[in-house]
């Protein structure tokens, strides 16, 4: 090395020398690690242990117990310090479950608003023991993170925790101290309702039926979990079948809520204290409830077949009774040919003239035409060929006046068709009539417009005849009114298509999620078969399709036995009577076999969003059944069927929309007022002038014209006296439901929509019998008979109707609270005696227009008003 390079050396460790040292930084002492105080102790039942514990302190309370199938056990805490924020943690280790919670037990309701609860009640999972008794150890741990709290712990035996069946049991229940207990399927018994019940309805519960596992989910917050349950104010009820439970046992759960809303209650308001975050949770204080429960059997198979059986007796009845009838007339009929041949007959003829009895000449000729005939004899497919004969001139008054006139007291009373001065039939049959053999075109279905001109030559009358609106080819009133049967045909299928999809798909959501607040049954009597919850209220929706087909049997023997006439040029079915066209009573028939399909489709699962399935065919029932009322007096200027199924397409539009917005709404009622005054109005014009007017920009003038003329120059009373009474109360009774409704806003806005167009049908129904006796015309037996049973029928419907036992238009505990048991054959409830009345009256309802008129049967068309 050179002098130089060690100089430097030198230098440089002298430098490091002098230089301070670098700090030295302190290593991390290790600190003493403090075990936490675990201290365990040997538990008794039905001792309250008064204890404290702290973030240094672990608490496990031992038990040494004899777990029996009929008892639980119950573990019950109470933290006496106030330490919300750092709450003290409850664990319960078992045998073959874990369970734990935290005092305060925090709840949660809407919007995220939390309650707390100081006192906890937990009902211990009971494990299954193949022994009658079985010795098992739990042990109950105590920790928390605070610095000092205490608490009480108590733990106790459920004495009944097993139910027994038809035995009552009273317990009370909290949010924080939910109830819970075991039912065990006798060997006999394959189906149980489990029926909860409560004097008060608040504050809200829930009832669960849960599978024997454990954990058991006994919260607000997680009942809803598995298995089925309802929210209860007063009653609930569960029908569990032992299929659906392979231990052939199942727990029922009693959880009481923490706000009351569910139930239809008003959501409590609790005033935050001053400086408290919104967030704090909210005490309730003692929110509990007093319960009772019974298990009791459901019914037997046997039940089922039974029941269905009856419904079938029931209806089938009525096929048996028209054929027995159908029987009678044609008996009777042959009775009456034979004594008309033999009063014919040279051989008998003594010189002396032979008498014909009164029933005889007011008979009609054509075979067997009464209600409900089959006749023997091939049926052919006929075209009427035929119209009606040129109307005469004649001078009218009514035919009861002059009946009353000609007759003595000592005459006998003719009969209806020689008092009308009805002309010798034979010189009817001679004449030749104008019959119409071209093709039917498109353009002979407008139904208002091509007869414009014979109505402007027929209202010089004073009075209109049959005969004056019967002047169409009977080939093209025969396809005008058959469009109403296909056009309702087309409109069930596509309507009951996807109303089928639907009500499975609602029945599927409740049996998979178990949320039995989805449908409103009446759970005191839902018998559930198969998938279907509540299989009696769809059984007893048969009777509309059963006797809508025999409606459309009885119609179907109807007009072969009127072809039939037509072929051999019967006189009295060309020339007399109302002309018959069926086309609107197949429609009824058939609106009457989907209404019953409907209203079954609507019980599979009723709610407020399904309701209008088991209203629609309702409103096309009644729009049609006006229909032919109109149409009897008024054949050839009845709307088209186009124009009839749209307006009733418009009612159901307002059904559903008055449904989904209409509750509450005031601007919605007060459109739907306007609108159904206006349409009382234009509809009370249309059949005032029956149909000679027109709505344009001169109806205004001409209304003020109109008042002018009659009402101011000079005061004239109405032309047609009979036809304004009509339309004044119908307005009148219109008016009023329209200001009921802007008032008073029912919920059921489907129902009200209905109501309307019933009371409408009845108004026009009475006028209808009030002017047929004006008239001079009769009631035959048969179709008297059909009115006054209907009346009956009709009125004990409407009693069981209004019995209702359940409602959508409240929550799904409040309609509970109208639930009743079965009152028939412990299978059918009131709702299922409506469906068997109403059905029956309804045929009845039918029957009664289908034989109304068939006095007229031996009446000239020229005779038979027009009203």
């Not at 010089?460 to 058959?482: E, F, G, S």
């Amino acid at each position: 090395m050179s002098g130089a390079g060690a100089a430097a050396l030198a230098w440089a460790l002298l430098a490091g020398a002098l230089l301070p040292p670098p700090p030295v930084r302190p290593q991390p002492q290790p600190q003493p690690r403090r075990d936490r105080d675990v201290q365990e102790k040997e538990a008794q039942f039905n001792t309250t242990y008064i204890d404290w514990v702290d973030a240094n302190l672990l608490n496990i309370y031992a038990f040494n117990h004899s777990v029996r199938r009929n008892r639980g056990v119950r573990v019950s805490v109470n933290v006496l310090s106030d330490h919300k924020d750092r709450p003290v943690l409850f664990v319960v280790r078992q045998k073959e479950a874990v369970v734990s919670f935290q005092v305060p037990l925090i709840l949660r309701g809407l919007y995220q608003r939390k309650y707390a609860y100081q006192e906890v009640s937990r009902t211990l999972c009971q494990p299954q023991t193949k022994a009658e008794v079985e010795t098992q150890h739990f042990y109950v741990d105590v920790s928390t993170l605070s610095l000092n709290t205490s608490y009480q712990l108590r733990v106790t035996r459920v004495e009944n925790f097993v139910l027994r069946t038809n035995a009552r049991f009273s317990f009370n229940a909290t949010a924080a101290q939910p109830q819970y207990f075991k039912y065990e399927f006798p060997e006999e018994v394959d189906s149980v309702i489990v029926k909860v019940t409560s004097a008060m309805a608040f504050p809200c519960s829930v009832i669960s039926i849960q599978d024997i596992l454990c954990p058991v989910y006994d919260l607000d917050n997680n009942v809803a979990f598995i298995g089925m349950y309802q929210t209860m104010t007063k009653k609930a009820a569960i029908t569990v079948q032992k299929k659906d439970f392979p231990s052939h046992s199942f727990y029922v759960v009693v959880v009481v809520k923490t706000e009351d809303e569910a139930c239809g209650g008003a959501l409590p308001y609790y005033p935050l204290s001053k400086g408290a975050s919104p967030d704090e949770p909210v005490d309730q204080h003692n929110r509990q409830k007093t319960l009772e429960v019974m298990v009791s059997p459901a019914i037997t198979s046997e039940a089922y077949v039974r029941s269905v059986l009856f419904c079938l007796g029931i209806f089938l009845s009525f096929y048996v009774l028209t054929l027995l009838i159908a029987c009678w007339e044609s008996c009777r009929q042959h009775k009456r040919k034979g004594l008309l041949a033999a009063m014919d007959s040279p051989s008998l003829d003594t010189g002396h003239s032979r008498s014909i009895p009164d029933s005889f000449l007011n008979h009609g000729p054509y075979d067997s035409y009464g209600y409900g005939s089959f006749g023997n004899g091939s049926s052919s497919s006929t075209e009427g060929i035929t119209d009606s004969l040129g109307s005469a001139e004649v001078s009218y008054s009514y035919v009861g006046q002059e009946q009353f006139k000609r007759r003595t007291p000592s005459a006998p009373m003719r009969p209806l068709s020689i008092a009308m001065g009805e002309r010798s039939l034979e010189n009817v049959a001679g004449r030749p009539r104008m019959d119409s053999l071209s093709s039917v075109e498109e353009d002979d279905y407008d139904t208002l417009a091509d007869i414009d001109y014979d109505k402007n030559v027929i209202r010089t009358k004073q009075y209109l005849c049959v005969a004056d609106l019967a002047r169409k080819d009977k080939r093209v009133l025969r396809k005008k009114y058959q469009i109403y049967f296909w056009n309702i045909a087309t409109i069930a299928v596509f309507y009951a298509l996807p109303v089928i999809q639907l009500v499975i798909t609602y029945q599927t959501v409740v049996n998979v999620t178990g949320n039995q607040d989805i449908c409103y049954y009446n759970f005191l009597c839902a018998h559930p078969l198969g998938n279907l919850s509540a299989f009696n209220n769809i059984l007893s929706n048969l009777g509309y399709v059963l006797l809508g087909l025999l409606f459309l049997l009885i119609i179907l023997q109807r007009e072969i036995n009127y072809n039939r006439a037509l072929l051999r040029n019967d006189t009295h079915a060309l020339e007399c009577g109302i002309p018959k066209h069926f086309g609107l009573f197949y429609a009824m028939g058939t609106a009457l076999m989907m209404e019953g399909l409907l209203s079954a489709c609507y019980h599979v699962c009723p709610n407020y969003t399904n309701f209008q399935f088991d209203t629609s065919f309702m409103y096309m029932i009644a729009g049609l059944c006006m229909l032919k009322l109109y149409q009897k007096r008024h054949p050839d200027i009845n709307a088209s069927a186009y124009s009839a199924y749209a307006c009733l397409a418009l009612v159901i539009f307002f059904s559903v929309v008055g449904v989904v917005f209409g509750k509450g709404n005031t601007a919605f009622w007060i459109v739907f007022s306007v609108i159904h005054i206006v349409a009382t109005l234009l509809l009370s014009t249309q059949l005032y002038y029956m149909g000679r007017w027109k709505l344009d920009s001169g109806i205004l003038r001409r209304i003020l014209h109109v008042l002018y003329t009659d009402c101011v120059r000079q005061c004239s009373g109405p032309m047609y006296v009979d036809r304004m009474v009509l339309l004044v109360m119908g307005n009148i009774i219109n008016w009023s439901l329209a200001a009921y409704g802007l008032i008073v806003r029912p919920n059921d806005f489907a129902s009200y929509l209905l109501a309307i167009g019933i009371c409408n049908l009845l108004l026009y129904f009475a006028f209808y019998i009030i002017m047929k006796l004006r008239s001079g015309e009769r009631i035959k037996l048969i179709p008297l008979l059909c009115i006054i049973s209907t009346s009956v029928v009709w009125g004990f419907a409407l009693f069981f109707f209004f019995q209702g036992l359940s409602t959508w238009q409240k929550t799904p505990a409040e309609s509970r609270e109208h639930n009743r048991d079965c009152i028939l054959l412990d299978f059918f409830d009131d709702h299922d005696i409506w469906h068997f009345l109403s059905s029956i009256a309804m045929f009845g309802s039918f029957l009664v227009l289908l034989t109304l008129d068939d006095d007229l049967d031996c009446v000239q068309r020229d005779k038979i008003y027009v009203f």
